[in-house]
């Protein structure tokens, strides 16, 4: 007897929530291949509106404890997969976990914190950049009111940089303003033309 679509899903979130704590990236390629092609997809009606497959698993793939799969590999500091999961389509960057409302950018600080100080500027900044150039916004706060920057260890001065720069870019960012010119390309804006 075959599996149901459901039951497929069950077992994909589940590897990928293994690959992605294991850091077992030949896996979670052959997985994440596997739902890209697979064939006996639920139909439209089976999933929430607005859903696509891939993406839809991916997003809901968590841990027994909730915890999204961009998560885990943050908090386990394992870049190549982070790497692999922020190159997938419609993954939700931003999403956060239950227990203290982090995002996998806090995870990622807290996986660095966690290194010997000798990895801070290399694998350390390594981790944090693949999380910034992807768009997650650095100026996101936990439970605890606290952002990714307010989470780093004080020894680590060029990471606080780093966040620092990254949050002002998004001030920036925020502040732009674009005229909406009905005129079209050539009008000069007046009405005294």
Known sequence: MSETPEEKIKDYRRRLVTFSKSNNTEELESTLSQIASEPNRPSPSSLPPDASYAPYILNTAKDFKGVPILHIAALNGNGEIVDILLDQEGLEIDQ????????ALHCAIRAVNEMPPEHWEGEGLELVDLFLSAGCDPRTRNRMKERPVDIVDQ????LKKVLQKAEFTFL???DVV????DDGPTGSGSESD
Not at 96 to 102: N, T
Not at 178 to 181: A, L, Q, R
């Open 96 to 103: 956060v976990e239950p227990e203290k409302g982090d995002t």
């Open 172 to 174: 920036v960012s925020d």
């Open 178 to 181: 674009v005229e909406d010119d």
């Open 155 to 158: 020894r680590n001065t060029e």
